[in-house]
């Protein structure tokens, strides 16, 4: 039977899903409702796994779906849903049309076993241990998320930038200018890192990242070895041409002893439309009883190391985790965070460190750009996780979206009139930084932006008045600190809750004002 059709399905379905999950990274307009992300995320295997581990809903058991298919067909993950592995196909393709040689082809490659089982160890460990930096390395999806939330999505907003520069000198304004906080070194240069090396194993090797480094990949091929259907090569009919292997990306094809390592084949279909004999075929593995023995007593050591690796990362699944003024550098006391403010939602810091694998889609999607990579502020376990960077934004009093699109369950879905009265943090007022007490002037930036009014003016000296904090009512949203203008610190600035607690619902009357999107000046 002639199969080649489903190279076609496999382009068209991966291609399709890759643009509707980058456009979630790119939307920096808020134009996607939050409904469609977890609706397209859903099958992402990690991601559904974590959230499955910190929720136990149906609405989480995507990797359980990834793993009957795969137990069905093989590594069809690896090449219809993975953004990362269709990235490295995009790039395999361009590279082989820049280079334009016809000898640009793909060689059969050694197992690599002890490499890939290695870095699979190292995720189970992960996921044990909840040292969150492990996973968020080695997770495609995050790799990805990281990629197109750091790279695409940056070159769209610049490029927007510079339309909008072009368009107001003609008196255009349909578009509007987005600011971009630069990043620390560090995280830039692990980015690049994975960047280089994606684009060099696609370029030279296909699929070797996806067969060697990737511990989902890994995982999915110890299922495969058991799949229902296989692809196989006839031998009666295999003239060993070599075709089928110069075109295979997982370099899996052995035409010189007529095997396929259906392990690390990713279910490209690619050999399917370049065998002219028709030697490469699905088939049933379970046709015949003495296949069967065969191959049980064949794959018995694997059978056993396959079901302990997936105990232990179903063990680990469900085990529970644990217009502004301009003041110049009139502010002389150093204020600092020594509790950095995770999302609301979010738990607590050390839930959300276990849990987050800084897939960067929260930071994409939010409106008011308060999320940020982090560097140092949780430490080296939450390196490159989302934090509240009140420099950059404030946590607008009416959103929810990061909740709403946590693929992992680190931010958990959280209700409106929960989160006005969700404590992530408490302002604190440093007297002798505010220009009020320097300067001499009228101020209160940050009592008029204050949504609870937790931050109040009240009667001080020659007729000036002065902020004061109600730490009870005051939810830690930054609004105060990103509304004040003292340098180079800040007279107001929010201190993060280890755990989050549950402020007192502030008085109505009292609340003149809401943050609008546009805030402050």
């Not at 291609?15 to 099958?43: E, R």
């Not at 695409?152 to 909008?164: A, H, M, S, W």
């Not at 018995?300 to 105990?311: G, H």
């Not at 002037?441 to 000036?464: F, I, N, S, Y």
């Given at each position: 039977?002639?199969?080649?059709?489903?190279?076609?399905?496999?382009?068209?379905?991966?291609?399709?899903?890759?643009?509707?999950?980058?456009?979630?990274?790119?939307?920096?307009?808020?134009?996607?409702?939050?409904?469609?992300?977890?609706?397209?995320?859903?099958?992402?295997?990690?991601?559904?796994?974590?959230?499955?581990?910190?929720?136990?809903?149906?609405?989480?058991?995507?990797?359980?779906?990834?793993?009957?298919?795969?137990?069905?067909?093989?590594?069809?993950?690896?090449?219809?849903?993975?953004?990362?592995?269709?990235?490295?196909?995009?790039?395999?393709?361009?590279?082989?049309?820049?280079?334009?040689?016809?000898?640009?082809?793909?060689?059969?490659?050694?197992?690599?076993?002890?490499?890939?089982?290695?870095?699979?160890?190292?995720?189970?460990?992960?996921?044990?241990?909840?040292?969150?930096?492990?996973?968020?390395?080695?997770?495609?999806?995050?790799?990805?998320?990281?990629?197109?939330?750091?790279?695409?999505?940056?070159?769209?907003?610049?490029?927007?930038?510079?339309?909008?520069?072009?368009?107001?000198?003609?008196?255009?304004?349909?578009?509007?200018?987005?600011?971009?906080?630069?990043?620390?070194?560090?995280?830039?240069?692990?980015?690049?890192?994975?960047?280089?090396?994606?684009?060099?194993f696609s370029v030279f090797r296909g699929r070797l990242y996806c067969n060697t480094v990737c511990p989902v990949g890994a995982f999915l091929g110890l299922i495969?070895?058991?799949?229902?259907?296989?692809?196989?090569?006839?031998?009666?009919?295999?003239?060993?041409?070599?075709?089928?292997?110069?075109?295979?990306?997982?370099?899996?094809?052995?035409?010189?002893?007529?095997?396929?390592?259906?392990?690390?084949?990713?279910?490209?279909?690619?050999?399917?439309?370049?065998?002219?004999?028709?030697?490469?075929?699905?088939?049933?593995?379970?046709?015949?009883?003495?296949?069967?023995?065969?191959?049980?007593?064949?794959?018995?050591?694997?059978?056993?190391?396959?079901?302990?690796?997936?105990?232990?990362?179903?063990?680990?699944?469900?085990?529970?985790?644990?217009?502004?003024?301009?003041?110049?550098?009139?502010?002389?006391?150093?204020?600092?965070?020594?509790?950095?403010?995770?999302?609301?939602?979010?738990?607590?810091?050390?839930?959300?460190?276990?849990?987050?694998?800084?897939?960067?889609?929260?930071?994409?999607?939010?409106?008011?750009?308060?999320?940020?990579?982090?560097?140092?502020?949780?430490?080296?376990?939450?390196?490159?996780?989302?934090?509240?960077?009140?420099?950059?934004?404030?946590?607008?009093?009416?959103?929810?979206?990061?909740?709403?699109?946590?693929?992992?369950?680190?931010?958990?879905?959280?209700?409106?009139?929960?989160?006005?009265?969700?404590?992530?943090?408490?302002?604190?007022?440093?007297?002798?930084?505010?220009?009020?007490?320097?300067?001499?002037?009228?101020?209160?930036?940050?009592?008029?932006?204050?949504?609870?009014?937790?931050?109040?003016?009240?009667?001080?000296?020659?007729?000036?008045?002065?902020?004061?904090?109600?730490?009870?009512?005051?939810?830690?949203?930054?609004?105060?600190?990103?509304?004040?203008?003292?340098?180079?610190?800040?007279?107001?600035?929010?201190?993060?809750?280890?755990?989050?607690?549950?402020?007192?619902?502030?008085?109505?009357?009292?609340?003149?004002?809401?943050?609008?999107?546009?805030?402050?000046?």
């Amino acid at each position: 039977m002639n199969l080649a059709g489903l190279k076609k399905l496999r382009v068209g379905f991966s291609i399709l899903y890759f643009i509707l999950i980058t456009c979630f990274f790119l939307d920096f307009t808020g134009l996607i409702p939050s409904s469609y992300y977890k609706t397209i995320v859903f099958l992402q295997f990690f991601p559904s796994l974590l959230q499955f581990k910190s929720l136990l809903t149906i609405s989480s058991i995507g990797f359980i779906i990834v793993i009957i298919i795969t137990f069905f067909y093989g590594r069809v993950y690896c090449s219809f849903i993975c953004p990362l592995g269709v990235l490295q196909d995009i790039i395999s393709f361009i590279t082989k049309k820049i280079r334009r040689l016809k000898q640009y082809r793909y060689t059969y490659l050694k197992s690599y076993r002890f490499i890939r089982y290695s870095f699979l160890a190292v995720f189970v460990f992960g996921l044990f241990s909840g040292f969150a930096l492990i996973l968020s390395v080695l997770d495609p999806y995050s790799i990805y998320g990281r990629i197109a939330s750091g790279v695409f999505r940056k070159t769209i907003v610049e490029t927007n930038n510079l339309l909008v520069s072009g368009l107001q000198k003609i008196n255009v304004y349909s578009l509007y200018h987005v600011d971009l906080k630069p990043e620390h070194w560090t995280i830039l240069a692990v980015l690049l890192f994975f960047i280089v090396t994606i684009i060099l194993f696609s370029v030279f090797r296909g699929r070797l990242y996806c067969n060697t480094v990737c511990p989902v990949g890994a995982f999915l091929g110890l299922i495969s070895k058991f799949s229902v259907f296989k692809i196989e090569l006839d031998k009666n009919s295999c003239t060993s041409c070599n075709l089928c292997s110069r075109v295979c990306k997982a370099g899996c094809i052995d035409t010189k002893n007529q095997q396929i390592d259906f392990e690390r084949c990713i279910a490209c279909y690619n050999c399917m439309t370049v065998c002219s004999e028709n030697s490469i075929q699905y088939k049933l593995r379970w046709n015949k009883k003495l296949a069967i023995r065969t191959e049980i007593n064949k794959n018995d050591n694997s059978r056993r190391q396959f079901f302990a690796i997936t105990a232990l990362i179903f063990a680990a699944s469900i085990r529970k985790s644990r217009a502004q003024q301009v003041v110049t550098d009139t502010a002389t006391k150093p204020t600092g965070r020594d509790i950095p403010v995770s999302p609301p939602g979010s738990v607590s810091i050390d839930t959300f460190n276990a849990s987050c694998t800084a897939c960067h889609l929260c930071i994409s999607a939010c409106p008011t750009h308060v999320l940020q990579p982090s560097y140092t502020d949780y430490g080296l376990i939450g390196f490159m996780q989302p934090v509240m960077d009140y420099h950059t934004g404030f946590c607008n009093f009416e959103c929810t979206k990061c909740s709403e699109i946590c693929p992992t369950g680190a931010i958990k879905s959280i209700k409106i009139e929960t989160k006005k009265i969700t404590q992530i943090g408490i302002a604190h007022f440093v007297r002798q930084n505010c220009i009020v007490r320097t300067e001499k002037t009228d101020c209160g930036a940050c009592a008029e932006h204050c949504p609870t009014k937790a931050v109040r003016m009240v009667p001080w000296k020659q007729g000036l008045v002065i902020p004061e904090v109600t730490p009870d009512i005051c939810i830690g949203c930054g609004a105060c600190e990103f509304a004040c203008p003292t340098t180079p610190y800040k007279a107001i600035y929010v201190e993060g809750n280890d755990e989050h607690k549950m402020a007192n619902e502030p008085d109505k009357e009292k609340q003149e004002i809401k943050v609008e999107d546009d805030f402050p000046f």
